[in-house]
Nanobody, 116 residues
Framework: QVQLVESGGGLVQAGGSLRLSCTAS????????MGWYRQGPGKQRELVAR???????TYAGSVKGRFTISRDNAKNTINLQMNSLKPEDTAVYYC??????????WGQGTQVTVSS
């Protein structure tokens, strides 16, 4: 089994910053990719940022230039630095890990609320 522990959510004013962290533990021998997704009120879950083991990084267009994903391979940890936050960034943010052979795991989610 694989466990993902997320931290760093909270309430911030528009223009502020937050940093999310996600650490994976358990039966992990190889990781294909890790990423952050979010689900806003009444919306579908969407990709925010994703990084592969090969170093390829993908960002949603709405967060490019404001959010930065980073990865510590030794600790199986990813971070999401979120700057210049907007009210529309309000959502539950989920960490996802993609293992070989299609095994994917999700974190429990952390709430990010941006007030105007």
């Amino acid at each position: 089994q694989v466990q993902l522990v997320e931290s760093g959510g909270g309430l911030v004013q528009a223009g502020g910053s937050l940093r999310l962290s996600c650490t994976a533990s358990g039966s992990i021998f190889s990781i294909n990719a890790m990423g952050w997704y979010r689900q806003g009120p009444g919306k579908q879950r969407e990709l925010v940022a994703r990084t592969t083991s090969g170093g390829r990084t993908t960002y949603a267009g709405s967060v490019k230039g404001r959010f930065t994903i980073s990865r510590d391979n030794a600790k199986n940890t990813i971070n999401l630095q979120m700057n210049s936050l907007k009210p529309e960034d309000t959502a539950v943010y989920y960490c996802k890990i993609e293992l070989p052979r299609g095994y994917d795991y999700w974190g429990q989610g952390t709430q990010v609320t941006v007030s105007s």
